[in-house]
């Protein structure tokens, strides 16, 4: 499971415009990501929006290939591991505790051992949250 950033460079206007081109293949598989995927959006005041979500690797290669058949300009980050390491960026107060929420199920469901020993390894044993020292007593028990 992934935890990835979209930032969507257009208006919605023009996000609008260009859904109306997609085929119903294309339209099909983004409504069901979007009704099914754990999901927050944000519209910045510049007009771009960003996305954060939880998706399978092969839903996020399907989401960005129609991106580009169809010619959206996006950024796209996979900030998985930052999540699963605890540096989360925030972009809208008003939101924060809604992403908030859901990064704190992505990391129940997703940190196992492996990742807060690469945390430790990368960060030191000084970085590791509570929620890091209980995965390591309840994984090698």
């Known amino acids: 499971m992934k935890f990835i950033k979209i930032t969507i460079n257009h208006t919605e206007q023009?996000?609008?415009?260009?859904?109306?081109?997609?085929?119903?293949v294309s339209l099909d598989f983004i409504g069901e990501l979007?009704?099914?995927?754990?999901?927050?959006?944000?519209?910045?005041?510049?007009?771009?929006?960003?996305?954060?979500?939880?998706?399978?690797?092969s839903q996020v290669n399907k989401?960005?290939?129609i991106y580009v058949k169809y010619g959206v300009d996006f950024s796209y980050e996979d900030i998985t591991k930052s999540v699963l390491?605890?540096?989360v960026p925030f972009v809208n107060e008003e939101k924060c505790e809604?992403?908030?929420?859901l990064?704190?199920?992505?990391?129940?469901?997703?940190?196992?051992?492996?990742?807060?020993?690469?945390k430790i390894s990368e960060m030191g044993i000084d970085s590791i949250s509570e929620q890091d020292k209980k995965v390591l007593v309840v994984q090698s028990a």
């Open 14 to 24: 023009e996000v609008d415009n260009i859904i109306s081109e997609f085929d119903s």
């Open 34 to 57: 979007y009704l099914k995927q754990k999901h927050i959006e944000f519209n910045l005041e510049d007009g771009r929006g960003i996305m954060y979500a939880e998706m399978e690797e």
């Open 63 to 65: 989401l960005l290939s």
């Open 85 to 87: 390491f605890g540096n």
């Open 98 to 101: 809604d992403l908030k929420a």
């Open 103 to 118: 990064i704190q199920i992505f990391i129940e469901e997703n940190l196992d051992t492996n990742t807060v020993l690469d």
